[in-house]
Structures are given as structure tokens and as C-alpha cells.
């Protein structure tokens, strides 16, 4: 029963939001708000939306209606994600299957983490991602099967499209999605960035976009029980599995972004989560060239929000628990140097999962500009936009990464809920 009420709550939650879409003015502060619930950082703000989740449940019959001890057997509950290590074959069916009476949890996961040929297909629900090589990985994608999805409704439902979904038992990232793709080596992390149609991943043209990683306030992660996996760390032999507890996941526009930091890499910590509102040119600065496939070996970036004013002084700037959309940003961030890039045409690597035009690419040069002026070349996207000014924020409410916080968990309680009540 609680399980059917909270996806009960889940479900006003998604028509309410969608209403949000629709309707402009409010767009904003729904967006501001969910920020603030999702900054691991910041817990008051998710505190008070717990207890409005909290009145809004007492004034409900139906739920109040459980008997007490169906709370009390429930009392299982998930660690937080980061405290769950897998080697590859020992990976659980389901790494949060935890079921709770606490209106606040969102668990247990949509999906499984057990994941090979019988779970491969359009529905898959593999909640494994694998990141191995340029031609050999997955990114976190849509749910549902439908077209138009918002990641902001979905960010805990999230599963694994993969360039070769038969062999991670996944979806299979559909031809011409990723129209430009970057490999980036790193000592501390790998890196990867595209650009990419995500209409053919079933997402709205217009999705804002959002963050994926393995915290969120209630720190169990989105997707929730989500796991990642390469052999191509930096520490990693090219054949074993490790996992990688910490990452992060940006859609931006046309532009997406992964980044997976090495587990034996901790300090300085280059998978932080707490700049969901300023998309991949400010947490993964890279070239984002359309039509060029290829991989480097390159420096390491800022940590994020670190940089080095034109006076020689390092400063850090925090995001907040809100940004304005007219607050400017105090730098543009430095893309990092490169130097032995393998270009490729997409056919190679991304096999059927291409575009003719992708095939383009001729020359061996860098798409990795060192300079910075070329974090805008792709500037179609808001986020591109943003990084060229240098300047605003995310440009305008509906664009950059910050809607994302609108899916997260609490907050889609929330207005569930509040929705149960009209
Ligand atoms: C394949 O995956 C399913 C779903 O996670 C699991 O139940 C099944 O045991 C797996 N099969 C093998 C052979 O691992
Ligand atoms: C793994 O593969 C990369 C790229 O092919 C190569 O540069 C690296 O040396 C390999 N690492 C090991 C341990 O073999």
C-alpha cells in the first residue's frame, strides 16, 4: 500500500509539473525550489519540504489509514548509494529495493541492476552503465517509452542507453543520436562529451535538462540504485570491470556529458554534485564539436567552480541554492589541453548508432581547443550560450541545466502531494 500511494503521489506530481511546463510564470521558483532540495548541501529547505510532505500525508485519510505496524516492518531503509560496492559479478538484482512507510523515501529503484540479454531492449529498465571505451558505453536516458519525456520527471527512474545495448542488456542509443562524441583521458578521470539529438532518446526538443549522479538530498542517488562500471579508468587494466562510485551526468541542450571519476583518485575530487544549474560547459568544459569523433589524453580541469581570476588569484565560486537567471557567473572556465587525439569517423565506433554526416571527420587535429574561446563553437544550446558570455548564468529560466532539480524525489513528493489535496 505504500508503495501504491507514493507512486500515487508520483503521478500528480508528474501532471502538476507538466501544468508547470506549460504555464510560465511559475517556472522559476519551482525550479528555485527544487534546487534547494536538491543541494546535498543545503537541508533546510529540504527539511521544510518534508514537513509540508508530512501535513499534506496527515490530512490524507487513505494514507493515515495504514496501520502503525506496517510502519514499524517497514523500517528497512537504503544507505546512502556511494556506500554500496559491487565487484561486477556480484552486482544484486536490485541495490535499493528498500520499501518504507517514510513519505519522504523514494525508493525502492524503477529498474534492476542485473542487467544481460534477457533484459535488453526498447523497455529495458538496467540500471548498470557501463563506460568503457569510445565505442563501448552506455549514458543514463529516459524510462519511459514514449516520446517527450522531461528528464526532470524521470531523473530516479533513469536507465542505461547504451551504443550497444544486447551486450550490457540495455537500450541501444537509436542511429543518429550522437552527432559529435568526445573520449577524454584523464589521470583522475575519463571523461565524455557529444553532441547529441535527444528527441532520439525520446526526450522533448525543448527538455531543460538536468543532472544525474549518485547523491541527490536524500543521497540515494539519480537514478536511484544506479551503478557504474569501466575497465578504462585511468587506474584500470582495459579488461576488469571497476566501479566507479562516483560520477556525474549532465543534459544540456543538444550538448550531454558524463564524467567517471577513479575510485583510487579521491583528492582533488573532480565528480562534485553541487553545480546542478550550470550544465556541461562549467562541469565538464570541452570542445563539444559536432560531426568530430575522437578521443584524447588530457589535463586535468579545475576542480569545479575553481578558477583563476585575471589578477593571478584562485577563487572559488558556490552555486547556491538558487540562481537567478540574470546572476552573472565571475569566469568562463578554462577547457583543458589535449594532445594525442584519435579521430574517427562514427561509423567505427558508434556502429549503427550514427549519422552519415558524423562520418566527417578528417583531419587528426584536437577538437579539444585549449583555449577557452571554443567552449561556445556549439552555442545552439543554452548551455553553449551561457559559456560564450561568460556571463549569464543559464540565459533565460527555461534554459541550462538547473531544471533538472525539478525531478528530484522530494520535491516531486511534494507537489504531489500538494496536488492530492486540491
Ligand atoms: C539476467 O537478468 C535477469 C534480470 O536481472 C536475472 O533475473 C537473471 O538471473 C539473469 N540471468 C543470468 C544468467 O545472469
Ligand atoms: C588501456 O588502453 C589505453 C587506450 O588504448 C592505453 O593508452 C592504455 O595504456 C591501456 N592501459 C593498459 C593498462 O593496458
Given at each position: 500500500m505504500a508503495k501504491l500511494s507514493l507512486f500515487a503521489l508520483a503521478l500528480s506530481a508528474s501532471s502538476v509539473l507538466a501544468?508547470?511546463?506549460?504555464?510560465?510564470?511559475?517556472?522559476?521558483?519551482?525550479?528555485?525550489?527544487?534546487?534547494?532540495?536538491?543541494?546535498?548541501?543545503?537541508?533546510?529547505?529540504?527539511?521544510?519540504?518534508?514537513?509540508?510532505?508530512?501535513?499534506?500525508?496527515?490530512?490524507?485519510s487513505t494514507i493515515t489509514a495504514k496501520p502503525k505496524a506496517a510502519a514499524a516492518s517497514a523500517s528497512a531503509s537504503a544507505l546512502p548509494l556511494v556506500s554500496y560496492t559491487y565487484s561486477y559479478a556480484d552486482i544484486p538484482y536490485m541495490v535499493n529495493p528498500y520499501v518504507s512507510t517514510d513519505p519522504d523515501y523514494r525508493g525502492p529503484q524503477s529498474g534492476y541492476n542485473i542487467c544481460n540479454s534477457t533484459t535488453a531492449g526498447d523497455d529495458s529498465r538496467c540500471q548498470t552503465l557501463v563506460a568503457n571505451s569510445i565505442s563501448d558505453f552506455c549514458i543514463w536516458g529516459p524510462a519511459g517509452t514514449e516520446k517527450d519525456q522531461l528528464l526532470g520527471d524521470m531523473e530516479a527512474a533513469t536507465v542505461a542507453w547504451c551504443v550497444d545495448g544486447e551486450k550490457w542488456g540495455a537500450r541501444t542509443i537509436p542511429p543518429g543520436t550522437i552527432t559529435g562524441l568526445q573520449l577524454m583521458h584523464t589521470s583522475a578521470y575519463i571523461q565524455y562529451t557529444m553532441v547529441l539529438d535527444i528527441t532520439k532518446l525520446n526526450f522533448a526538443a525543448d527538455d531543460t535538462g538536468g543532472e544525474l549522479d549518485p547523491h541527490g538530498a536524500d543521497l540515494l542517488g539519480n537514478p536511484l540504485g544506479g551503478l557504474v562500471y569501466s575497465n578504462g579508468l585511468p587506474t584500470g587494466d582495459n579488461k576488469t570491470l571497476v566501479q566507479a562510485v562516483e560520477w556525474n551526468m549532465f543534459y544540456d541542450g543538444n550538448h550531454a556529458c558524463l564524467k567517471i571519476c577513479d575510485p583510487s583518485i579521491t583528492d582533488p575530487?573532480?565528480?562534485?554534485?553541487?553545480?546542478?544549474?550550470?550544465?556541461?560547459?562549467?562541469?565538464?568544459?570541452a570542445a563539444y564539436e559536432d560531426k568530430v569523433f575522437n578521443e584524447c589524453e588530457g589535463d586535468l580541469q579545475d576542480v569545479v567552480g575553481v578558477y583563476t581570476g585575471t589578477d593571478g588569484k584562485t577563487s572559488t565560486w558556490s552555486q547556491g541554492t538558487a540562481l537567478d537567471p540574470s546572476s552573472t557567473l565571475p569566469y568562463t572556465p578554462r577547457i583543458?589541453?589535449?594532445?594525442?587525439?584519435?579521430?574517427?569517423?562514427?561509423?567505427?565506433?558508434?556502429?549503427?548508432?550514427?549519422?552519415?554526416?558524423?562520418?566527417?571527420?578528417?583531419?587528426?587535429?584536437?577538437?579539444?581547443?585549449?583555449?577557452?574561446?571554443?567552449?561556445?563553437?556549439t552555442g545552439a544550446s543554452s548551455g553553449g550560450s551561457?559559456?560564450?558570455?561568460?556571463?549569464?548564468?543559464?540565459?533565460?529560466?527555461?534554459?541550462?541545466?538547473?531544471?533538472?532539480?525539478?525531478g528530484s524525489g522530494l520535491f516531486a513528493l511534494v507537489a504531489g502531494a500538494a496536488a492530492a489535496l486540491v
Open positions: 501544468l508547470d511546463h506549460a504555464g510560465g510564470d511559475h517556472h522559476w521558483g519551482v525550479r528555485a525550489a527544487a534546487a534547494a532540495a536538491e543541494s546535498d548541501t543545503v537541508t533546510s529547505a529540504a527539511h521544510k519540504a518534508s514537513a509540508t510532505v508530512k501535513e499534506a500525508v496527515a490530512a490524507s575530487f573532480y565528480c562534485q554534485n553541487v553545480y546542478d544549474l550550470i550544465g556541461c560547459n562549467y562541469n565538464m568544459p583543458p589541453a589535449s594532445s594525442n587525439c584519435k579521430t574517427y569517423q562514427s561509423t567505427e565506433i558508434l556502429g549503427s548508432a550514427t549519422t552519415s554526416a558524423g562520418a566527417s571527420a578528417t583531419s587528426g587535429a584536437s577538437a579539444a581547443a585549449s583555449g577557452g574561446d571554443s567552449a561556445a563553437v551561457a559559456a560564450a558570455s561568460g556571463a549569464s548564468a543559464t540565459g533565460s529560466p527555461s534554459s541550462g541545466a538547473g531544471s533538472l532539480a525539478v
